[in-house]
């Protein structure tokens, strides 16, 4: 079934929305009026699905959390018209709406039998199960909304790792960020990174290093290799890698590669066995990322080994104080 989306503020939004959340949350699925109605609603945009009759059948809110990240909630479709792309309707209309609004992170709260559907979309799971008004959530959210808007059109779970298996191109430093970025949040164990050095304007953000922090510290097993031929812009300027590996030494390890042996011309990360993003040359942001390229992935994990297995440890890194 078609349906349309419109938009509303909440001092603006027809009764309909309210109808459809009581009859969802409240009478549905059991969740407390003082829970359902909020504050947030007050700043937050509301999105009523219609049928090409008019007749509401859906509903969903999206607000500001930060800067530059939004936040979907209170999706619901009537239980008569579930079923029939209604639901998929509006959340893509929502990642077109982040995406227009030029937002770099997009999250949202999904009921655990809900992840599926959030997955097909582009949203990666980044949470723990807990519990919220007594239902099992997680939580999701997309790195990339501009690009998830984009792989919307061809793409079965757009950017997720171990399902995306069309390469991403990029030719500009935003896009190339983007997809290190959306890599490096789903990595679960193992990421490796191989460049020339550790640039700043790539390396030294404060999202990529909360990504690899709370990637070091996911599991006992977790595991970032940092394999570059250049340790002196590190000694000559504070990078926030280089804080976080030495206050995680035992999960974040940095070599130099020995020139005396052969050496990949071209950078890349890899992310746990399925993961890539590769560039063509050290200088430039050019290359192409892809989420399920297991046989790449294991031709330049044994790459990256070799260089590994006869690299050396920076001394003047070893030596800078904290």
Not at 5 to 22: E, F, N, T
Not at 43 to 50: E, G, K, N, P
Not at 135 to 140: A, L, R, S, T
């Amino acid at each position: 079934m078609k349906a349309r989306i419109r938009k509303y503020s909440w001092q603006l939004a027809p009764g309909h929305i309210r109808d459809i959340r009581q009859r969802v949350f409240i009478d549905e699925q059991r969740v407390p009026p003082e829970l359902e109605w909020d504050d947030t609603d007050e700043i937050a945009d509301h999105f009523l699905a219609v049928t090409p009759d008019n007749t509401p059948i859906g509903v969903a809110r999206m607000f500001t959390a930060l800067e530059e990240t939004a936040c979907i909630g209170r999706m619901a479709i009537l239980p008569e018209y579930r079923g029939q792309g209604i639901g998929e309707t509006l959340l893509q209309h929502l990642i077109h709406e982040a995406a227009d609004n030029q937002y770099r992170e997009l999250r949202l709260s999904a009921q655990e039998y809900a992840i599926p559907f959030y997955e097909s979309s582009g949203f990666h799971v980044c949470s723990d199960t807990y519990e919220d008004a007594g239902i099992p959530h997680v939580d999701m959210r997309c790195l990339a909304p501009t690009l998830q808007a984009e792989g919307l059109e061809s793409r079965n779970r757009p950017l997720l790792l171990g399902h995306d298996s069309r390469s991403w191109l990029f030719s500009d430093e935003l896009r190339m960020l983007d997809l290190v970025d959306t890599l490096a949040g789903q990595t679960s164990q193992r990421l490796w990174l191989y460049d020339r050095f550790l640039d700043h304007d790539l390396y030294d953000r404060h999202r990529f290093r909360e990504l690899i922090s709370a990637l070091a510290r996911r599991h006992r097993l977790s595991e970032v290799r940092i394999l570059i031929h250049d340790d002196k812009p590190l000694v000559k300027r504070r990078h926030q890698l280089v804080e976080l590996m030495r206050r995680l030494p035992s999960k974040i390890e940095l070599r130099l590669v020995n020139d005396d042996y052969p050496a990949d011309d071209q950078p890349f990360m890899l992310a746990d066995r399925e993961g890539v993003v590769y560039r063509h040359a050290f200088d430039k942001p050019e290359g192409f990322a892809n989420f399920a390229d297991g046989g790449r992935v294991k031709l330049l994990t044994e790459t990256f080994q070799r260089m590994w297995d006869t690299a050396r440890s920076s001394l003047e890194l070893r030596e800078l104080p904290l």
